[in-house]
């Protein structure tokens, strides 16, 4: 075990190098670059053996990988904002494939006009593609959840792609201390990827055929309902291995952050949590019961969890750092869903922030915990959806 | 009877659903003779994704991967790397069939990229001239006067008035190992060509004449006929470009393209003057042709 200053880029490299990604195919975008660089690098000097696949786009990218994986390689890629986007056909492509591929994506907005900073719909509106969905808090976490996600992909049970956000900057080319576990000690928790169904040419079968509506195309599609069910299960038994592994403990699809006793919870994904819980312990030293929940995982949906979760909270503020135009934020959305029917259900508001890039600081959060008091003080909720820090 | 110098063995088998007179389904047959059991085959949407069959049937005795419509040649890229990666390339052919638009319009961009990036993968590109699989729309490898589900003929004309892509130059542009035209109008000369495919280290290209007798609206029993028209009147010459040589491997041009246009239901409303245009333009490429094998060889 080493300790290095890197930043969240460079750890996703380790982490793919630990993971032993047999094909890699790359193509640059800011703020992901340095990932494929660092990986390049890593090939380049034999410290990872592995097929580099210089592609013409992200679009190529994903079809390579999916191939790849197809074959019984395991596949990595990392890609960002516009390159996520491009990508979308080959995103429904590779969970119907039940291509295991891992890909980090550092979230970036959407142009125009152009931005190259963070913000969460690149991944939000991936939502549907079958994918699990990670979002980090540090750039240890980037490196240990790709670990994970390889283990938990490749299950026989869950045969699913999955992709972990970083933010961009934030995370991406910020450095901090990342703990680099043994190579020895990754090779022990991850075994070799060992494909179910490969292109094989002394068993060969003909895959991804057509499928009448009379056949096996809603099999295929239920199949892949059932692992997305089993993914949250299987995770938590991951953790439990990583932990005696590796000696980090990682929490399930939430980090909960002073909730017990919080009479108002904040819920975010993303690296922009650090700044809440400073603020949070602000709130706290004054006796104020504020807590925040972390939400590591967006796919599947942890509704189970986040209901137990708040079930003792008086109300609710969802920050979304993307917005679904003509509706709300898509963290807000989600969870109303998933509060329906429960019988104590907490005042609910969604707050958008962060869009673009625009910093979240302590005080943007002090504004939003005072807004969410003033409507719980109220018995009201003034709007449902509030953009916050907005100049006009 | 064997005939000397075809492989035997089959390896896409009777019970596909192919139209009566698939060009498509002699090319991948004969492409497939050769290349044999380890072989890697993958496919975009286009009329061969349509007929080996639903899941789970199969009428392919080698691994088959569907891909998605423009990923053709970067789903043969990944294969290859895998492959590569897991010692197994040596003995495995990997191969990309796909149609004209699946080749020139769509998948181009990967295309290209796949070509650069030097993979070992034989690409052919199976060409019945349109996107027949949805029912005959213009793909930019329709001929010239070509009528068309989406170039109609109307009383202002509609029928295609531009020329094929030379998919040829392009890949060539690329300085590509290997590249050829084959017909399976010409057996030997096809089986000759994949075998050199087959043998090269790095991306080849096949360009397959493909009759479709559906949306060419000609009769299905006269396939090899037609296909031996276009290679005799140059409209599709057989040539290869390897190593920056091209050699052109049928040179008896000795027929008119009147001859071609006219058995085509395709071509029935284009006037004698415009067949004129076309055989000038035909003749023009062919000595294109002779002029690049000439210069190419000094």
Request: net charge neutral; proline share 4%.
């Given at each position: 075990?080493?300790?290095?200053?890197?930043?969240?880029?460079?750890?996703?490299?380790w982490?793919?190098?630990?993971?032993?990604?047999?094909?890699?195919?790359?193509?640059?975008?800011?703020?992901?670059?340095?990932?494929?660089?660092?990986?390049?690098?890593?090939?380049?000097?034999?410290?990872?053996?592995?097929?580099y696949?210089?592609?013409?786009?992200?679009?190529?990218?994903?079809?390579?990988?999916?191939?790849?994986?197809?074959?019984?390689?395991?596949a990595?890629?990392?890609?960002?904002?516009?390159?996520?986007?491009?990508?979308?056909?080959?995103?429904?492509?590779?969970?119907?494939?039940?291509?295991?591929?891992?890909?980090?994506n550092?979230?970036?907005?959407?142009?125009?006009?152009?931005?190259?900073?963070?913000?969460?719909?690149?991944?939000?509106?991936?939502?549907?593609?079958?994918?699990?969905?990670?979002?980090?808090?540090s750039?240890?976490?980037?490196?240990?959840?790709?670990?994970?996600?390889?283990?938990?992909?490749?299950?026989?049970?869950?045969?699913?792609?999955?992709?972990?956000?970083?933010?961009?900057?934030?995370?991406?080319?910020?450095?901090?201390?990342?703990?680099?576990?043994?190579?020895?000690?990754?090779?022990?928790?991850?075994?070799?990827?060992?494909?179910?169904?490969?292109?094989d040419?002394?068993?060969?079968?003909?895959?991804?055929?057509?499928?009448?509506?009379?056949?096996?195309?809603s099999?295929?599609?239920?199949?892949?309902?059932?692992?997305?069910?089993?993914?949250?299960?299987?995770?938590?038994?991951?953790?439990?291995?990583?932990?005696?592994?590796?000696?980090?403990?990682?929490?399930?699809?939430?980090?909960?952050?002073?909730?017990?006793d919080?009479?108002?919870?904040?819920?975010?994904?993303?690296?922009?949590?650090?700044?809440?819980?400073?603020?949070?312990?602000?709130?706290?030293?004054?006796?104020?019961?504020?807590?925040?929940?972390?939400?590591?995982?967006?796919?599947?949906?942890?509704?189970?969890?986040?209901?137990?979760?708040?079930?003792?909270?008086?109300?609710?503020?969802?920050?979304?750092?993307?917005?679904?135009?003509g509706?709300?934020?898509?963290i807000?959305?989600?969870?109303?869903?998933s509060?329906?029917?429960?019988?104590?259900?907490?005042?609910?508001?969604?707050?958008?922030v962060?869009?673009?890039?625009?910093?979240?600081t302590?005080?943007?959060?002090?504004?939003?915990?005072?807004?969410?008091?003033?409507?719980?003080?109220?018995?009201?909720?003034?709007?449902?959806?509030?953009?916050?820090d907005?100049?006009? | 009877?064997?005939?000397?110098?075809?492989?035997?063995?089959e390896?896409?088998?009777?019970?596909?659903?192919?139209?009566?007179?698939?060009?498509?389904?002699?090319?991948?047959?004969?492409?497939?003779?050769?290349?044999?059991?380890?072989?890697?085959?993958?496919?975009?949407?286009?009329?061969?994704?349509?007929v080996?069959?639903?899941?789970?049937?199969?009428?392919?005795?080698?691994?088959?991967?569907?891909?998605?419509?423009?990923?053709?040649?970067?789903?043969?890229?990944?294969?290859?790397?895998?492959?590569?990666?897991?010692?197994?390339?040596?003995?495995?052919?990997?191969?990309?069939?796909?149609?004209?638009?699946?080749?020139?319009?769509?998948?181009i961009?990967?295309?290209?990229?796949?070509?650069?990036?030097?993979?070992?993968?034989?690409?052919?590109?199976?060409?019945?001239?349109?996107?027949?699989?949805?029912?005959?729309?213009?793909?930019?490898?329709?001929?010239?006067?070509?009528?068309?589900?989406t170039?109609?003929?109307?009383?202002?004309?509609?029928?295609?008035?531009?020329?094929?892509?030379?998919?040829?130059?392009?890949?060539?542009?690329?300085?590509?190992?290997?590249?050829?035209?084959?017909?399976?109008?010409?057996p030997?000369?096809?089986?000759?060509?994949?075998?050199?495919?087959?043998?090269?280290?790095?991306?080849?290209?096949?360009?397959?004449?493909?009759?479709?007798?559906?949306?060419?609206?000609?009769q299905?029993?006269?396939?090899?006929?037609?296909?031996?028209?276009?290679?005799?009147?140059?409209?599709?010459?057989?040539?290869?470009?390897?190593?920056?040589?091209?050699?052109?491997?049928?040179?008896k041009?000795?027929?008119?393209?009147?001859?071609?246009?006219?058995?085509?239901?395709?071509?029935?409303?284009?006037?004698?003057?415009?067949?004129?245009?076309?055989?000038?333009?035909?003749?023009?490429?062919?000595?294109?042709?002779l002029?690049?094998?000439?210069?190419?060889?000094?």
């Open positions: 075990m080493v300790k290095k200053i890197m930043t969240g880029n460079v750890a996703a490299a982490g793919a190098r630990l993971s032993r990604a047999e094909v890699i195919a790359a193509y640059p975008i800011t703020p992901q670059t340095s990932i494929v660089e660092k990986l390049a690098q890593f090939v380049s000097n034999g410290d990872l053996k592995a097929e696949i210089h592609v013409e786009s992200e679009h190529s990218a994903m079809a390579a990988c999916i191939a790849a994986s197809q074959t019984g390689a395991r990595f890629t990392a890609t960002s904002s516009q390159g996520l986007v491009l990508m979308h056909e080959l995103l429904h492509w590779a969970s119907g494939a039940r291509a295991p591929i891992v890909m980090v550092v979230n970036r907005a959407l142009a125009p006009p152009w931005n190259v900073w963070v913000e969460h719909t690149d991944m939000m509106s991936q939502r549907d593609t079958g994918w699990i969905q990670f979002y980090a808090e750039n240890q976490e980037v490196l240990d959840t790709l670990i994970m996600s390889y283990k938990l992909c490749e299950d026989k049970e869950i045969q699913l792609p999955a992709m972990i956000g970083l933010d961009a900057f934030y995370l991406s080319h910020t450095s901090e201390i990342v703990d680099i576990p043994d190579q020895d000690q990754v090779d022990r928790f991850l075994p070799d990827y060992e494909s179910a169904y490969p292109l040419t002394e068993n060969p079968l003909s895959i991804g055929s057509l499928s009448m509506p009379n056949q096996w195309y099999e295929f599609r239920y199949k892949i309902y059932e692992a997305m069910e089993r993914v949250l299960p299987k995770l938590n038994q991951i953790e439990e291995d990583f932990y005696k592994e590796f000696g980090r403990k990682y929490t399930g699809p939430l980090e909960l952050y002073n909730t017990e919080a009479e108002i919870i904040l819920i975010i994904s993303g690296a922009a949590s650090g700044t809440i819980k400073e603020t949070v312990d602000t709130f706290r030293k004054k006796g104020i019961k504020v807590g925040l929940i972390r939400l590591r995982i967006f796919r599947p949906f942890p509704s189970e969890a986040l209901g137990k979760a708040l079930s003792n909270a008086s109300f609710v503020g969802v920050i979304d750092r993307s917005f679904s135009f509706h709300e934020g898509a807000f959305t989600e969870l109303k869903a509060l329906y029917g429960r019988k104590s259900v907490p005042m609910i508001k969604n707050f958008i962060g869009i673009g890039g625009r910093d979240i302590t005080d943007t959060i002090t504004e939003i915990y005072e807004n969410c008091f003033n409507c719980l003080n109220n018995k009201k909720v003034d709007v449902s959806v509030e953009w916050i907005i100049k006009v | 009877m064997k005939r000397a110098g075809i492989p035997v063995e390896f896409l088998y009777s019970g596909h659903t192919a139209c009566p007179g698939c060009g498509a389904m002699l090319v991948a047959r004969y492409a497939l003779k050769v290349l044999g059991k380890n072989t890697i085959m993958n496919i975009p949407p286009c009329c061969f994704a349509a080996p069959g639903t899941f789970p049937d199969t009428s392919l005795g080698i691994p088959l991967l569907y891909n998605a419509f423009e990923t053709s040649a970067a789903t043969a890229s990944g294969i290859e790397a895998a492959l590569k990666i897991k010692g197994k390339k040596e003995k495995i052919n990997v191969v990309a069939f796909a149609g004209d638009g699946g080749t020139a319009d769509i998948g961009q990967a295309l290209s990229g796949a070509i650069e990036r030097g993979h070992e993968i034989i690409y052919i590109c199976y060409d019945n001239e349109a996107y027949m699989n949805t029912g005959i729309q213009t793909s930019s490898l329709t001929p010239i006067g070509a009528a068309t589900t170039n109609p003929v109307g009383k202002k004309g509609g029928w295609r008035v531009r020329s094929k892509k030379n998919m040829m130059d392009i890949v060539a542009a690329h300085n590509i190992p290997y590249a050829a035209t084959v017909n399976p109008s010409y030997m000369d096809f089986i000759k060509k994949i075998e050199k495919a087959k043998s090269i280290k790095g991306p080849s290209y096949i360009h397959a004449y493909s009759v479709c007798p559906t949306g060419w609206r000609c299905s029993e006269l396939g090899l006929e037609i296909g031996r028209l276009a290679t005799e009147s140059g409209i599709f010459p057989l040539y290869e470009f390897e190593n920056g040589k091209y050699t052109i491997n049928y040179k041009k000795t027929k008119g393209v009147l001859e071609y246009y006219k058995q085509q239901g395709r071509f029935r409303h284009l006037s004698e003057d415009f067949i004129k245009v076309i055989q000038e333009m035909v003749d023009k490429e062919w000595a294109k042709l002029f690049k094998e000439e210069c190419s060889h000094k």
